[in-house]
């Protein structure tokens, strides 16, 4: 089992970044794929980026050239470095790792892109 914390989240204008940190409580050097999701009021969570064991990753067009996400196993951290932020970017944003035939998620941390 795993638990995930998310942090870094909040309030910035349009143009500006923030960096998301995914907090793991155990190693994930195992943890298959790890990935950021976001939820926007009214509307379905939706994905945002996700990372392999190996380091390949895969975005969200909406996101591409804008956000990068990376993993850190050292301190068992993922990131996720959004630049470039648009008020649509406004949700919810979560955590998520799938280890063998389980999936986790984070609480989640909320980011607000005002125009």
């Known amino acids: 089992q795993v638990q995930l914390v998310e942090s870094g989240g909040g309030l910035v204008q349009a143009g500006e970044s923030l960096r998301l940190s995914c907090a793991a409580s155990r190693s994930i050097f195992s943890i298959n794929t790890m990935g950021w999701y976001r939820q926007a009021p009214g509307k379905q969570r939706e994905l945002v980026a996700t990372i392999t064991r190996g380091g390949s990753t895969n975005s969200a067009d909406s996101v591409k050239g804008r956000f990068t996400i990376s993993r850190d196993n050292a301190k068992n951290t993922l990131y996720l470095q959004m630049n470039s932020l648009k008020p649509e970017d406004t949700a919810v944003y979560y955590c998520?790792?799938?280890?063998?035939?389980?999936?986790?998620w984070g609480q989640g941390t909320q980011v607000t892109v005002s125009s």
């Open positions: 998520n790792a799938v280890w063998g035939n389980f999936e986790y």
